[in-house]
């Protein structure tokens, strides 16, 4: 038995069921944390203009300065140093790289990039690198976007010289993160940007992301990069309420619309049927062999999970094909998410089971807290019993042969949550907006250094 500093005790042949080299990490988003939107010739994305739009984010905030880790990047590899972090997620923002999508490179986005590799390395944290996390540059939105079957191929371009730009300092690749946020917060329920509330278009951006995700991969191969490549999901799991038939055709339906919808094609080289019903239909959109790119093989399978769903059948909720949300919600953090780790295990267990072989990573998990400064110290004991029962829920999955490789903890950093702006915090790390952007580890983020270390001595 170890003990930590904390006075926590890990057991030794607990921390041994994860490999030596087992990644522990955490995660971040270019838009959620840059800021630095209008410098070194960045190009405006569908995230500027949506948050610019009145009444689309908490209290109207943007990313215009987000944690400003365009600058401070320095300071935040030196946190990540400090806690012990040896792997690190962050996106590239595609509008920085290229200001209208694709034609000329701007030099100047790619040296922030360079710097910020360098930096890490230096700090013996390895990257691991999503090239889409939401940030399509405007310009392409305006020739229609994900809608536009051109950008499947200005993506795979970007995509194509990032391998070659940045390939001697990234082995791990990531395509796309939670293309279904894309497809359905995007697209059909108008939540993200770019606002769209069009359930057909919603099915043509889905089929458009996964054409370009597969394009990506083949060519990757093609550059014979010796790095590894795959691809983000948001998954959950999803119980029935009870035994009968209603429940489990609802049950089946709600796994179609959240998990089916980009594991099929995916994984089994089909879109699931029932989909176009309930969703609107990628239908002319799928063309000659776009189902057999979109299958290109991957070397591992990013999941990002974060909570569970209990559904009934509920004929009233024509909207939300016929499903009622029953989840008990006794334990939810500030998202209103109910917490259920053991559905984390589950939906390994699942992928494992029904998809794939290949190796997992949970690519992003974390709460979201009220977190309180109070005397220089945040002591987010939730957000610890949150992590631990998670990882707690990583153990069970590796006991039953799930061959998963890493956990990176969403978030290094409280950001910029999307449409609920900078209202709710999911960091390990405490950022004080109000007094000059200054960064302070919460309880958290020492607890996670502590476990890091444990794991670390348990192997040596
Ligand atoms: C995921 C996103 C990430 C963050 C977390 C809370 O859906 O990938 O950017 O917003 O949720």
Known sequence: MLRAANGMEFDTNWLRKFPPDFRWGTATAAYQIEG?????????????????????????DTGDLACDHYHRYREDVDLMRQLGVGHY?????????????????????????????????AAGIRPVVTLYHWDLPQALEER????????????????????????????????????????????????????????????????HLLLSHGLSVQAYRSQRAGGQIGITLNLSAVYPASDRPEDLAARDRMDTILNRSFLDPI????????????????????????????????DFLGVNYYTYQVVAHDADQTELA?????????????????????????????????????????????????????????????????????????????DSGVDLRGYYVWSLLDNF????????????????????????PKDSAWWYRDFIQAFRRAWT
């Not at 300092?169 to 796309?176: F, L």
């Not at 945040?378 to 990882?391: F, G, N, P, Q």
Request: include cysteine; hydrophobic fraction near 35%; proline fraction near 5%.
């Open 267 to 298: 994984f089994l080289g089909n879109y699931p049927s029932g989909l176009n019903e309930m969703l609107g239909s990628a239908g002319e959109a799928v063309r000659g062999d776009d189902m057999a790119q979109i299958g290109s093989p991957l």
């Open 417 to 440: 949550e999307w449409s609920f702006g900078y209202s709710k915090r999911f960091g390990l790390v405490y950022v004080d907006y109000d007094a000059g952007q200054r960064r302070l």
């Open 322 to 398: 016929g499903v009622k949300d029953v989840t008990p919600r006794d334990e939810v953090t500030d998202m209103g998410w109910p917490v259920g780790p053991a559905g984390l295990t589950d939906v390994l267990r699942r992928i494992h089971d029904q998809y794939t072989r290949i190796p997992l990573m949970v690519t992003e998990n974390g709460a979201a807290y009220p977190d309180q400064l109070v005397d220089d110290r945040v002591r987010d004991s939730a957000r610890i019993s949150y992590l631990k029962r998670h990882i707690g829920a990583l153990g069970d999955a590796l």
């Open 89 to 121: 997620r962050f996106s590239v923002a595609w509008p920085r790289i290229y200001p209208t999508g694709g034609g000329t490179l701007n030099i100047d986005g790619v040296a922030f990039y360079d710097r910020l590799l360098d930096t890490l390395l």
């Open 144 to 207: 229609g976007g994900w809608r536009n079957r051109d950008t499947v191929y200005y993506f795979r371009d970007y995509a194509g010289r990032m391998f070659e730009q940045f390939g001697d300092r990234i082995d791990t690749w990531i395509t796309h993160n939670e293309p279904w946020c894309t497809a359905v917060l995007g697209h059909l329920l108008g939540q993200h940007a770019p606002g769209i509330q069009d359930p057909a278009q919603a099915g043509v951006v889905a089929h």
């Open 36 to 60: 630095a939107v209008n410098e070194d010739g960045r190009g405006r994305s569908i995230w500027d203009a949506f948050s610019h739009t009145p009444n689309k984010t908490w209290h109207g």
